[in-house]
């Protein structure tokens, strides 16, 4: 994959309670490979497909105040920063301010406008995603075990646009409907759009938090799902075709959500 456009998703990790289990979980639903780096990277995950970087992982420190186990997706910034600053001067707040992860980039933490984590990734010797999947029109391509598609559930759905654009730098997003049943605009205009903002004000569930979703392709989604229950994971939402492919939400055995993608069977 070429260096991401500023404001793309560029990385996601998981925050893990059990790294160990995630690397087995993992490695048996997706076929990745895993790397543990030394302790001067906390022990960081890179998981790999067919030898390409499509995400990482990072176990709980144990310290009192970790939260949920969870996915994270890291937009591009040129700056972290400057980022960051933008951040909390239009609403937001940060959760990890930005710090050097040796010569491989800068990363962050925010809360956006809207309460949804996201994470902020500098590129240095690391530009993030190795490989990528593309969901295009109801067409998934390439998508087998890699990240996919990126998408944020939001209450708030009007200024958490705002806040991207001015925050991100997004001046090319597409709303693809803007009716009170179904809002949504994605971050680019035309192919590859990568991903999504849903106005989630009608059917997030009361305490659910607004947050980034990761999707993960799949050649056959209802076997990937099975697979999830066979693991150790469970069923959020169950296997349906929609206009945008063959959508699942699930849980690994920790908790920590994602969802899965493919074409429409």
């Keep these: ?31 990745w490979t895993a790397e543990r780096a030394d ?9 790999r497909k067919d030898g390409k970087a499509v995400a990482g992982g990072m176990g709980k420190t144990g310290d009192g105040i970790d939260g949920p186990d969870q996915w994270t997706v890291y937009l591009a910034s040129p ?24 010569d491989l980039g800068v990363m962050a933490v925010l809360g956006d406008i809207g309460g949804a984590g996201v994470g ?6 690391f530009g993030g995603f190795e490989a990528i ?28 646009l705002d806040f991207y654009r001015d925050v991100f730098g997004w001046s090319d997003t597409f709303a693809i409907s803007d009716t009170p049943e179904f809002r949504y605009t994605t971050i680019h205009g035309s192919t590859p759009m990568l991903g999504g903002v849903m106005d989630a004000s009608a059917f997030l569930p009361e305490g659910t938090p ?36 063959r959508l699942a939400q699930v849980a690994d055995p920790t908790g920590a959500r994602f969802s899965i993608g493919g074409n429409a069977g």
Excluded at 5 to 29: H, M, N, R
Excluded at 39 to 47: A, C, D, N, P, R
Excluded at 120 to 125: E, F, H, K, L, S
Excluded at 219 to 234: Q, R, T
Aim: overall charge negative; hydrophobic content about 40%.
């Design 210 to 245: 607004a947050g980034w979703k990761v999707y993960f392709g799949a050649d056959d989604v209802d076997a990937a799902v099975g697979k999830v229950v066979e693991l150790g994971g469970a069923v959020l939402a169950q296997p349906e075709n929609t206009p945008y492919g």
């Design 133 to 160: 999947g593309i969901a295009s029109g109801g067409t998934w391509s390439d998508h087998v075990g890699v990240p996919s598609w990126f998408e944020l559930h939001t209450r708030d759905y009007a200024r958490s």
């Design 39 to 47: 302790e001067e990277f906390g022990g960081y995950i890179t998981f």
């Design 79 to 102: 700056d972290a920063k400057a980022t960051a600053d933008a951040a909390v001067a239009r609403g937001g707040a940060v959760v990890v301010p930005p710090m050097d992860v040796g």
């Design 1 to 31: 994959m070429t260096a991401s456009k500023t404001g793309d998703p560029c990385w996601v990790d998981i925050y893990t309670s059990d790294p160990e289990g995630a690397i087995a979980f993992y490695g048996q639903l997706f076929g």
């Design 120 to 125: 902020i990734w500098q590129p240095g010797t």
